[in-house]
């Protein structure tokens, strides 16, 4: 039977009912549903609008119904239209008149626009740990290796001599700003709307500051028909989750480049590799391949909910319905590529020496010659272009700036002399590059530390 009935001569066809149901994929909330309910019945008794011992009674029966759920006495019936549909329906199956209350002063729609932000609120403290987890992992690799010295690459050019730590930390600050994004979205999320009722509030003398604080909300929203037609947290969530899995996804391409013969930077635990079927010697970095991959479903995500949001007439509409399918993906799929990454990450071999040997070659020292010159005096842009020439020079006779003989240093520009040596020392490069951002070791040993204290 339909919590609508009463208006209707005929039951549902099945194919309606599966095309309108949502219990399928909001049976998930269902913790959250309970819990709201319980707010709420409280709130009702609190007010006068039940009597007390009723509303003790509708919060005793949905403990009850939790509990039974949980310990898998009470299964949820995926006949039923939708979870809130179900719990109330059991709600009143065990209570009879008592369990019909719960919905006074209530509608579906502010009940719904409820649980998703209980429930993405539990989602996001999962994520931000998730978070937490990847960057201890990289402040401790970055610690490691915060004087191996590896080539930075702009357009995937050898550029210039930094360290493993810093190429870490720079992803650091990447997922730091990622948990920033949750927890301004998540601060705007923290509103509640129940009481806004179907769209137009409710001539109930309801208090929702009581509902607010027993839910842990700062406030209640300003508007009922804002309240239940608001998804923006939900586009926001899903924005922010995206944002994520852009982070994820370049970190994975450069983790394949690096695993490559042509890289050999890190090698990849075995527990985190895939074999071929018919090539024995392949080691594949399918965990790395399939979190770049799935990046586009969490991409897809959001773009459902922007288009779903997009052209509906104020207050609540049935597509809204269609938000919980993809914000529950998107946080799914980012929970599932977190744990995966990690523990890769953490378990993989560095291999310093590659690495080292990749910085001493494409002259990628040559800006520190360069700036050599300019120390002694010269003008940056002559000191720029009698390095140019050197380095021709050294790809003509196939050697590199640290091997070519003084002589011809000094062909070039007679303010050379045995002192450039030192200056194009990779690790000078590195370790000189102090200014504040930049790769010298006591920056990355410092950047850790800073990264460490912002996640407690
Ligand atoms: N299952 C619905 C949803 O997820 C609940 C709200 C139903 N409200 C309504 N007026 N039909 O959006």
Redesign the pocket.
Known sequence: MKLWAGRFQKEISKTTNDFNS?IAF?SKMYKQDIEGSIAHASMLGQCGIIEDSESKKICDGLREILNDIESGALKIDMEA??I?TFIEGELTARLGDTGKRLHTARS??DQ?ALDIRLYLRDECAEVESLLKELLQVLCNKAEEYADAVMPGYTHLQRAQPITFGHHLMAYAQMFLRDLSRLADAKKRMNVLPLGSCALAGTTYPIDRSITSELLGFDAATENSLDGVSDRDFCIELAGALSIIMVHLSRFSEEIIAWCSWEFKFVELDDAFSTGSSIMPQKKNPDIAELVRGKSGRVFGDLTTLLTVMKGIALA?N?D??ED?EAIFDAFDTVKMCLTAFTPMIDTMTVLTENMRKAAAGGFINATDCADYLVKKGLPFRDAYKATGTLVARCIELKTDLEQLPLDEYKAICDMFDEGVYEAISLEKCVNDRKAFGGPAKENVIAAVANVRKAIG
């Open positions: 949502s909001d239209e939708d809130h579906r729609n719904v609540y049935k809204m319905q919980k």
